[in-house]
C-alpha cells in the first residue's frame, strides 16, 4: 500500500489525517495485525478514506490493508470502473473489483421496496463475502460525520428509532468489525480534499441517488443551517449527552 507519488503535507491533509488518527484512537479501530477491506466507491469520501490511511500514522499500529470495490451495474460502458481500475493500478494498491447488477435489480420490479435497502443489503453481503475470502478482520467504510448526522435523523423520520451508524462496530459476535475511520471529518473538508489531490471523478449513475431519503435529509438540514450554522456540531454532539431520564420508557419495537 504504497504509493507512487510523492505527496505534500498540506494544511488540509494534516488536518484531515489529525482528525482521522483521534477517530481511530478514540474509537479503537485499528490494532497491530489487522486487515482491513476498505469500500472504494468511487466518491470523493472514499478516495479520500483510501488516500488517508494510506499515508504514514503517527499513533496507529501498522495494519494490511486492500481496497474492494462492487460495481453496482448502472453505467454499461464502465467508464467509472475503469477510471478506478487506472487509479487503483497507478497507486499500487492492492484490489478486487467485481462487476455486479445489484443495483439493476434493485430497481427491479422483482424489489417492491425502497431500491437503498436491497441494493445495501446485497453490496454488504458481498463485501462480507470477499473479506471472509481475503482474510480480513475490519472492514473500513468512508462514511464521515455529515453521514452519522443524516443517518440519526433517517433513523428517526423513517425507521421510528433513535441510532446512526457507530465508528467501531462488531458483527458476526465480533469475528468482524466494521470501523468508520472519517467518523470526524466533514464532508466539505473530503471535498476540498479531493479537489486538492484531484482525485477522477467517478460518476454515481444511481436513478435514486438523487432523490434518496438521503438526499432529502441532507437538503433539509443545509436549508436548517441557513438559520443556525452550528446545527450539524450541536446534532453531533447531541448523539454523545444523550439523557436517558428526559426521554420516553423503552418500549419493544412493533
Ligand atoms: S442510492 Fe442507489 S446505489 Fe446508493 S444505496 Fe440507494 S439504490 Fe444503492
Redesign the pocket.
Given at each position: 500500500m504504497k504509493n507512487v507519488k510523492k505527496e505534500k503535507n498540506t494544511k488540509l491533509f494534516l488536518h484531515l489525517k489529525k482528525w482521522m488518527e483521534k477517530a481511530i484512537l478514540d474509537f479503537q479501530m485499528i490494532e497491530e495485525g489487522d486487515r482491513l477491506l476498505v469500500g472504494v466507491s468511487g466518491g470523493a469520501d472514499s478516495f479520500a478514506l483510501l488516500n488517508l490511511l494510506d499515508s504514514p500514522m503517527i499513533f496507529t499500529p501498522k495494519f494490511y490493508l486492500i481496497a474492494v470495490n462492487i460495481d453496482?451495474g448502472f453505467d454499461i460502458t464502465y467508464s467509472g470502473y475503469n477510471t478506478l481500475e487506472k487509479y487503483l493500478q497507478e497507486n499500487n494498491y492492492r484490489y478486487v473489483m467485481e462487476k455486479t447488477d445489484i443495483?439493476l435489480l434493485?430497481h427491479s420490479d422483482y424489489n417492491r421496496k425502497n431500491?437503498?435497502f436491497l441494493?445495501?443489503r446485497l453490496r454488504r453481503r458481498r463485501i462480507f463475502e470477499i473479506a471472509a475470502s481475503e482474510g480480513c478482520n475490519k472492514i473500513a467504510f468512508a462514511h464521515h460525520r455529515d453521514d452519522i448526522i443524516e443517518t440519526l435523523l433517517i433513523n428517526m423520520f423513517y425507521g421510528r428509532e433513535i441510532s446512526t451508524m457507530m465508528p467501531n462496530q462488531k458483527i458476526f459476535g465480533g469475528k468482524l468489525h466494521i470501523i468508520r475511520p472519517l467518523a470526524y471529518l466533514r464532508e466539505e473538508l473530503i471535498k476540498k480534499y479531493q479537489r486538492e489531490r484531484f482525485f477522477p471523478t467517478v460518476e454515481n449513475n444511481?436513478p435514486?441517488?438523487k432523490k434518496?431519503r438521503r438526499m432529502y435529509v441532507k437538503n433539509l438540514l443545509n436549508e436548517l443551517a441557513r438559520e443556525n450554522k452550528n446545527i450539524r456540531d450541536n446534532i453531533f454532539k447531541a448523539m454523545s449527552h444523550v439523557k436517558p431520564d428526559y426521554l420516553l420508557p423503552l418500549q419493544k419495537k412493533k
Open positions: 453496482m443495483g434493485a431500491p437503498c441494493c445495501s444511481c435514486t441517488s434518496s
